[in-house]
């Protein structure tokens, strides 16, 4: 199984870039789909960012495109989330997951291993 760890959060002002990575532990990294998620205070869990596990498919939340930049790196078990031209709403705390097969990869709940989530504050 996948252990997760999110790094890089923190207190950013509107406009700036942030990046947070989410580090694996166990084998099946390689092989598997990983998620980046969020949830604002008093909000459902929403999808942010996917990437395959090959990376031959990243796809955003509308509210993201073109801001926000999901890789991973296999050799160093890492799924990385860049955010740049931050917005007060992008504010949450940001959770990675994983999961080794997907039917829909913006349904949280098939995503089998979460991450604690790191917090992410834009200040305005």
């Known amino acids: 199984q996948v252990q997760l760890v999110e790094s890089g959060g923190g207190l950013v002002q509107a406009g700036g870039s942030l990046r947070v990575s989410c580090v694996a532990s166990g084998r099946t990294f390689s092989r598997s789909h990983m998620g980046w998620f969020r949830q604002a205070p008093g909000k459902e869990r929403e999808f942010v960012a996917f990437i395959s596990s090959i990376s031959s498919i990243r796809t955003y939340a509308d509210s993201v495109k073109g801001r926000f930049t999901i890789s991973r790196d296999n050799a160093k078990n890492t799924v990385y989330l860049q955010m740049n031209s931050l917005k007060p709403d992008d504010t949450a705390v940001y959770y990675c997951?994983?999961?080794?097969?997907?039917?829909?990869?913006?349904?949280?709940?098939?995503?089998?291993?979460w991450g604690q989530g790191t917090q992410v504050t834009v200040s305005s």
């Open positions: 997951a994983a999961s080794t097969g997907l039917a829909d990869f913006r349904n949280r709940y098939q995503y089998t291993m």
